[in-house]
């Protein structure tokens, strides 16, 4: 059976906020012992997700009060994202399972999306706060978009892959990825334009990355680490929002796909990303690739809405 593990790199050094990170990793489990291993009857799952949600406002208060007695510097904007994930993200999830009945893809997206955004936010968020998120960006030009998006993003991703990661250059499609998965997340944006965000990443090395995060062994991509790459790549382009002014909602997610390697080539043909960067690690290379897309001039470039995998 799988079981999504609680990590010491996640420790924070506040044992209350330790503490409570644990428990929430434990309800998550139970979660998915419960219901999505176990098929159990629904009633457990509704009291488990209800004892999450309570949990988690109960934490996230804790935290903000923690972060002002000490007086943070990034208290504000640590809150924005507690907020956005109590008043946005959790309501939706909640929407979705009652309108499913609690359907097993739903549980799987809610253990999916309420493990990778603990995930990518203890990791870089909640370590920030006792200066434990190892290093920051180095110095770079805001108005260089591309030093922003290598640099912002280059510490989260290190933390993420727990691996020393390493921005080689540029990616193109002559650049060989062994078993690559293509990855095609849009969202819409508040300037009239939308962001496309495509990660390409080799199989092996991406259920590694998961299998990291969850502290569980995957051998195959299913729904929890799909909805989970989802977590991890909005905390992402929120990290690099805030480092051009930006507010961390200004980006919403709007459809994702995994495309087959003919896909990913034509929109390569079509018109190449703006910003195609490749990074390496002890594993394996791995790349991104970020566009802004006018939304006057978007024509297909939006993918659909999710699809099963």
């Not at 804790?62 to 002002?68: D, G, L, P, S, W």
């Not at 208290?75 to 924005?80: A, F, G, L, P, Q």
């Not at 640099?151 to 499609?173: C, K, W």
């Not at 930006?246 to 390697?261: C, I, M, V």
Request: glycine content about 6%; overall charge negative.
């Amino acid at each position: 059976m799988q079981q999504i593990q609680w990590q010491d790199r996640f420790r924070i050094g506040v044992e209350s906020v330790d503490e409570a990170h644990r428990r929430l990793f434990s309800i998550v489990q139970k979660i998915m012992d419960l219901y999505v291993e176990k098929h159990e009857d629904k009633f457990a799952c509704v009291e488990g997700i209800k004892y999450f949600k309570a949990y988690a406002l109960k934490h996230f208060a804790e935290e903000e009060a923690y972060m002002r007695s000490i007086g943070y510097p990034g208290y504000r904007s640590h809150k924005r994202l507690h907020d956005k994930m109590r008043q946005d993200t959790l309501p939706s999830l909640e929407r979705a399972l009652y309108a499913s009945d609690f359907s097993t893809q739903a549980v799987q997206r809610f253990i999916g999306v309420c493990t990778g955004w603990l995930t990518g936010h203890i990791l870089v968020e909640d370590r920030a706060i006792t200066g434990k998120a190892a290093g920051g960006p180095a110095p770079f030009d805001p108005r260089d978009e591309l030093a922003v998006i290598r640099e912002v993003l280059l510490h989260p991703l290190q933390e993420m892959f727990g691996d020393n990661v390493q921005f080689i250059g540029r990616f193109s499609t002559k650049d060989t990825i062994a078993d690559a998965q293509y990855y095609e997340l849009a969202y819409s944006g508040q300037q009239g334009y939308k962001l496309r965000f495509i990660l390409v990443i080799g199989e092996p090395l991406l259920l590694r990355a998961a299998g990291l995060l969850f502290g569980i062994d995957f051998y195959a991509r299913n729904e929890i680490v799909r909805f989970a790459l989802q977590e991890i790549a909005q905390n992402l382009i929120q990290r690099a929002a805030a480092s051009f002014g930006e507010s961390p909602s200004a980006y919403q997610l709007e459809g994702d796909r995994f495309l087959d390697r003919t896909g990913f080539q034509q929109l390569f043909q079509e018109q190449a990303p703006q910003h195609s960067l490749l990074f390496n690690t002890s594993h394996d290379c791995f790349a991104l690739c970020v566009d802004k897309i006018p939304v006057a001039h978007e024509g297909q470039e939006t993918p659909p809405e999710a699809s099963p995998l």
